[in-house]
């Protein structure tokens, strides 16, 4: 099960990677909100051959995006 959130981790990190690098950068300050929703449909069995699928949601995980110091260098005169 373990495996399965680092899975699930990596593709939602690896979307909002995605997203962000077609819209430039990220302004210092944004809140961003994660939450991921998975499907599980449990094996049949001779006492429930149709069991029911149960879906879980994470709770939200809210990042806020820090200032990247930047220094630039200008020769005088």
Do not use: H, Y
């Amino acid at each position: 099960m373990k495996k399965s959130w680092s899975f699930i981790a990596l593709v939602a990190a690896l979307a909002v990677g995605t997203a962000s690098a077609e819209e430039g950068p990220t302004a210092a300050g944004t809140k961003i909100i994660n939450e991921a929703e998975i499907t599980f449909t449990p094996e049949p069995t001779t006492g429930n051959p149709n069991p029911t699928p149960e879906t879980i949601k994470t709770p939200p995980v809210e990042t806020v995006v820090v200032p990247v110091p930047s220094f630039t260098f200008r020769a005088q005169g």
